[in-house]
């Protein structure tokens, strides 16, 4: 079964820290980009990062520079999303993404709160 299982969310205050995980299983996961989207209450999905299959190459939006950093462990099928100094507007749930076999696969999201 081909699927995509995020895990690490929750409760953090500003300024605090989470790491993201998400779990693959059911295809070749170390030929597959594997992105991080979040969308807040209210607003459209938008891309967070990105990582190649080799890892070496990532991108992210704007807003996560300097404060994100997207990595993987291609031997545990596994991509993370380590987040610092988070602020309320990074109050959002988060999905883990792979397009394969020409499908872009989303996992059910995990929900991050930043709030005091």
């Known amino acids: 079964q081909v699927q995509l299982v995020e895990s690490g969310g929750g409760l953090v205050q500003p300024g605090g820290s989470l790491r993201l995980s998400c779990v693959a299983s059911g295809f070749i996961f170390s030929n597959s980009v594997m992105n991080w989207y979040r969308q807040a209450p209210g607003k459209g999905r938008e891309l967070v990062a990105g990582?190649?299959?080799?890892?070496?190459?990532?991108a992210y939006g704007d807003f996560g520079k300097g404060r994100f950093t997207i990595s993987r462990d291609n031997a545990k099928n596994t991509v993370y999303l380590q987040m610092n100094t988070l602020k309320a507007e990074d109050t959002a749930v988060y999905f883990c993404?792979?397009?394969?076999?020409?499908?872009?696969?989303w996992g059910q999201g995990t929900q991050v709160t930043v709030s005091s």
């Open positions: 993404s792979g397009v394969v076999r020409g499908v872009r696969l």
């Open positions: 990582i190649s299959p080799a890892a070496n190459s990532t």
